[in-house]
């Protein structure tokens, strides 16, 4: 019997795709952030809590981004809880687990410079505001102005993070998501929060979740 063999060619470029769909997804489920990325008690974990093998690992694969911090379980997540020295733990009501906020927007932006991934962050649109989601943006990209960007300074990061890309809410359609919208409910939703996100920063890219429906669709545009 004869076989046939493929080869392989690296170099032959044929056309080039954006790198950003080749980014990856991390939420707090499971072991994918604590005990995963982030485990500060672990021999192999750095002084900031990542895991080492981690990071060498998708900065090998070359990450182009990183979209946190859901998933569902953001629809019920206070940003606010998870930044500064005292963070209380609360309930995680997608998941039905604890979540301690030891790992939140301060760290999310740690390990992005780590593994050299741009940061995409994923709004509560569920049971948040449209002021939150805009405190968030300001928290991360104003230099000095307003309470947030102040805060984010008092926090020991007098740089802003100058976040590009930002998602308003997750699957907002879906009855199993905290604060599921109607159509009419979501186009609502995402022209406040896109409103006021843009007008703490103009310059940032906004998305939000489309669905194989018309109605959803139209309301949505």
Same mark, same amino acid.
């Given at each position: 019997?004869?076989?046939?063999?493929?080869?392989?060619?690296?170099?032959?470029?044929?056309?080039?795709?954006?790198?950003?769909?080749?980014?990856?997804?991390?939420?707090?489920?499971?072991?994918?952030?604590?005990?995963?990325? =982030? /485990?500060?008690?672990?021999?192999?974990?750095?002084? *900031?809590? @990542?895991? +080492? $093998?981690?990071?060498?690992?998708?900065? #090998?694969?070359?990450?182009?981004?990183?979209?946190?911090?859901?998933?569902?379980?953001?629809?019920?997540?206070?940003?606010?809880?998870?930044?500064?020295?005292?963070?209380?733990?609360? =309930? /995680?009501?997608?998941?039905?687990?604890?979540?301690? *906020?030891? @790992?939140? +927007? $301060?760290?999310?932006?740690?390990?992005? #410079?780590?593994?050299?991934?741009?940061?995409?962050?994923?709004?509560?649109?569920?049971?948040?505001?449209?002021?939150?989601?805009?405190?968030?943006?300001?928290?991360?990209?104003?230099?000095?102005?307003?309470?947030?960007?102040?805060?984010?300074?008092?926090?020991?990061?007098? $740089?802003?993070?100058?976040?590009?890309?930002?998602?308003?809410?997750?699957?907002?359609?879906?009855?199993?998501?905290?604060?599921?919208?109607?159509?009419?409910?979501?186009?609502?939703?995402?022209?406040?929060?896109?409103?006021?996100?843009?007008?703490?920063?103009?310059?940032?890219?906004?998305?939000?979740?489309?669905?194989?429906?018309?109605?959803?669709?139209?309301?949505?545009?």
């Amino acid at each position: 019997m004869s076989t046939l063999t493929i080869r392989i060619d690296p170099d032959r470029i044929i056309g080039r795709r954006d790198e950003r769909i080749y980014g990856h997804f991390l939420e707090h489920f499971h072991r994918q952030v604590y005990g995963g990325i =982030f /485990d500060p008690g672990s021999a192999l974990a750095d002084a *900031n809590g @990542f895991r +080492t $093998d981690v990071v060498e690992a998708l900065r #090998a694969i070359r990450t182009p981004v990183i979209r946190w911090p859901g998933g569902c379980f953001v629809s019920s997540h206070h940003w606010k809880d998870a930044i500064g020295p005292k963070r209380e733990a609360t =309930f /995680d009501k997608a998941w039905r687990v604890e979540e301690p *906020n030891t @790992f939140g +927007t $301060d760290e999310f932006m740690g390990f992005c #410079a780590a593994v050299g991934a741009a940061p995409y962050i994923c709004t509560n649109a569920g049971t948040g505001s449209a002021e939150e989601m805009s405190d968030w943006v300001e928290y991360c990209n104003l230099e000095r102005e307003g309470k947030w960007a102040r805060q984010r300074i008092a926090n020991g990061h007098p $740089d802003p993070y100058r976040v590009r890309f930002w998602s308003i809410g997750n699957e907002n359609y879906g009855r199993w998501e905290m604060g599921a919208k109607s159509a009419g409910e979501w186009g609502r939703t995402v022209l406040e929060a896109a409103k006021m996100m843009k007008r703490v920063d103009p310059g940032i890219e906004i998305f939000a979740a489309s669905l194989a429906d018309l109605d959803w669709n139209l309301s949505l545009l």
